[in-house]
């Protein structure tokens, strides 16, 4: 079955194979994700396995990090999709991304597709190895959300339930913008949340550039809650397929007690509805092969809006290795910085 890098002319064809065959949705292997690391000025590539009907039966979405002294290296974020995890057709892609990865001079190919933990074998047995960190979370937390708005709501646990209540009673304000230019509003919440929580943003202008993409093909919003007049809280929601992912957020030191983050995420999980989306992706949590004492807080927010169910863990990072002598240099170098 040959490989082929897909061309303009087959996006549709490549956001229905993503969407439909992505167990996450598929947002970070979609057409638009790799326009937007055109705009970081990222090289890309779209691999595509197609049968002898044209048929996709494997897509892999690969950016190339460029690192100094001319290295580089290739990352495929939430893939490669295989059709059915069918392992010879794995096989094949990796050969085709390997050779790629050599004619790019890269030291290393990292990938963390959206499998569930026991799939490991599949990528140990053409090559790859775990990788010692992560980029995209191990754990997410996913609600199903296509359940009558009432159901939905009694299958928050009755803290978040009072907390959405209370949020409401104290006149807490809800808006939602598909304007660009809300990007500093959105950006001011979210540096006041790095600040309080000791981590390390992208700059404003990242999240601009995603955002006018994003929103060029409707496929996000900016939510904003409101309290006295003021925004206090922000959320950067995506809509891809069937699932509505929340990608980033953040809320302003003042009037935590209002609990506007709450009434935040229940109107985005509303408008995630109206959509016709069927899942709701929290994003990164603590989970039974993740766990970070720096995520207790956001885990206990997330999982309040759901059942007792554990989060989706997926197999995580693994790497293919191309040059040893200099994947040994970044990762001695990477271990300094940290």
Not at 203 to 227: C, G, N, P, Q
Request: glycine fraction near 6%; charge should be neutral.
């Amino acid at each position: 079955m040959p490989i082929i890098q897909v061309t303009d002319q087959d996006k549709v064809k490549w956001n229905q194979f993503v969407q439909t065959n992505a167990p996450d949705g598929g947002l970070l292997q979609s057409w638009v994700w790799s326009e937007f690391q055109k705009t970081l000025d990222n090289k890309i590539f779209r691999l595509a396995a197609v049968d002898t009907n044209g048929e996709f039966r494997a897509a892999a979405l690969l950016i190339k990090h460029e690192l100094p002294f001319e290295y580089n290296y290739l990352y495929c974020p939430r893939g490669p999709i295989i059709k059915g995890n069918d392992k010879k057709q794995l096989k094949a892609m990796f050969d085709e991304i390997k050779r790629l990865a050599q004619g790019e001079k890269s030291f290393m190919i990292r990938i963390d597709p959206a499998w569930l933990v026991g799939n490991e074998k599949l990528l140990i047995d053409i090559g790859l190895r775990r990788s010692d960190y992560e980029i995209q979370p191990k754990c997410n937390f996913i609600i199903k959300i296509d359940l009558p708005e009432e159901e939905l709501l009694n299958s928050f646990k009755p803290k978040t339930r009072y907390n959405i209540n209370l949020a409401e009673r104290r006149g807490v304000k809800i808006r939602l913008s598909n304007e660009p230019a809300e990007i500093e509003n959105f950006w001011q919440m979210l540096k006041q949340t790095a600040d309080r929580d000791h981590f390390t943003t992208h700059l404003k202008e990242h999240y601009l550039k995603m955002f006018e993409l994003l929103v060029k093909e409707d496929l996000a919003l900016l939510f904003f809650a409101e309290y006295d007049n003021k925004i206090v809280a922000a959320n950067l929601i995506s809509f891809f397929g069937q699932s509505a992912t929340y990608l980033h957020g953040g809320s302003a030191n003042m009037y935590r007690e209002a609990m506007p983050t709450y009434l935040l995420q229940w109107y985005c999980i509303l408008e995630a509805k109206r959509r016709g989306c069927r899942y709701y992706d929290f994003g990164g949590v603590n989970g039974n092969t993740y766990q970070s004492d720096k995520w207790l807080g956001i885990t206990r927010f997330k999982t309040g809006f759901g059942p007792e169910i554990l989060p989706q863990e997926y197999v995580g990072g693994f790497e293919l290795i191309i040059n040893p002598v200099i994947f040994a240099a970044y990762k001695f170098i990477k271990q300094i910085r940290e």
